[in-house]
């Protein structure tokens, strides 16, 4: 997947003409929900304590 020098996937937008945008936009919100998911998980994860 070629996604040009700034890894945004802006030039296979623009190639395609602006009709892959809504595609383009989907796979962008699937990845911010991914990483979101990835950080609140890091960020509540508490390790078992021995009281």
Known sequence: ???GKNGC???RMFKNGGGGLN???K???ARLYI???CVV???CH???TND
Do not use: C, N, V
Request: net charge positive; proline share 5%.
């Open 27 to 29: 796979e962008q919100k």
């Open 46 to 48: 508490r390790e078992p």
């Open 9 to 11: 996937g802006l030039t």
């Open 41 to 43: 998980m890091l960020l």
């Open 35 to 37: 990483i979101r998911r």
């Open 1 to 3: 997947m070629s996604q």
């Open 23 to 25: 595609r383009m936009l």
